[in-house]
């Protein structure tokens, strides 16, 4: 890339959790210029969105129309596609990455970031009790995506390098609401006290790799800066492989509240509670119930803190290289307490108060829970 150049990116996913943070990395410095495709030109995350410079640019559209995409690809020099599967459901997911991945090529995107998950069906070993359908999709696609960017090389009129961009579950969905490790405020059948209760199913010895989504900017803004190096890489990032006991205890630590991890497991989990009512609904909320592909939320879900369970002290199915991770951004969040202590900031600054009163009235952080879809399904066929 010349020095002199300022690029453009397309984005699939600018409007999520984690679009948001990475758009703004891009363009915050106005090194580049983004092209955001949007359902809502009106919603209030693409509103925020041209909030951040005006280097960022909303275009009409939806990842499922090739018209659309082509229209979003064109004159771009970067792409960043994180597509939304609990939109379409896994068996839509795949086919509409694999298309914007072809047409990228088409197109004559010069570098392009697949947003990723870990597979971790394969990486458990193909064994069932880890699949877990939303990673899935993710993963075995990143994996056709670096095969694909390896085998084009030399290709005449192929010039488009890619790179993948693996998460996980975000450290701020701990505290929001309906997010599978939601966290809530009990009382203390003993004391009568006020304690913030994570009951998840992660076992003695689980650990998650919890991503924090302002690193995200960071790692992200390093792949586009860094193309040749980035080229063909798995950049999978975390904070750490957190058990929820440690969160508890950070939690009590950073404000002075009573926290505490109650470890249930997968059939009480679902037995109750908010997952109780979702676990039978379909993972898309758009996917035809009729569909041999169809995984429900209690199936998908199932998968995923099974991966957990088995991910403990990196040393299991999910592992991050936790060292490059301290090279490419050597101010990453490292711990579940350093998370607290700057979250406990922002409430501060954004008018919530202390962090204990930003869980007490949480807001949702995923943009499907601030849509409703969810909701609006569960509504709809219960």
Known sequence: MAATSKPTIFIIGGTGAQGIPVIKGLVQDGAYDVRVLTRDANSRRAKHLLTLGP????????FTSEVDLRAGFKGCWGAFINIDGFATGEAMETFWTYRCYELAIECGIKFYVHGNLDYGYKLGGYDP?????????????????????????????VEM??????????????LAPFTPMAPTVEVDEASGEKVVTWRVPLGGNGGVPHVSLDDCAHYVRWLFDNPERADGMDLAVAVDHIHYSDVAKAFEKVTGQRARHIDVDIETYFSSGHWGMMASLPTGYTVDTGSPALMTLKDNFTGFWRLW????????????????????????????????????????????????DAVANPRPILKIHEDGSLRSAQKGRI
């Not at 991770?325 to 969040?333: A, G, S, V």
């Not at 998370?339 to 954004?350: G, L």
């Open 55 to 62: 280097n960022v640019e909303l275009v009409p559209g939806t």
């Open 129 to 157: 009790q880890f699949r877990c359908g939303h990673y899935d999709g993710k993963g075995r696609v990143g994996e056709w995506i670096l095969a694909q960017n390896a085998s084009n090389k030399g290709k005449p009129g």
């Open 309 to 356: 369970q088995a991910s403990g002290s990196n040393q299991g199915v999910v592992k991050r290289d936790y060292a490059l991770l301290d090279k490419i951004h050597p101010n990453r969040i490292r711990s579940v307490e350093e998370f607290f202590r700057r979250e406990t900031e922002k409430a501060r600054r954004d008018g919530r108060g202390s962090l204990w």
């Open 161 to 174: 390098r890619a790179a993948l961009f693996t998460t996980g579950p975000y450290i701020e969905m701990a």
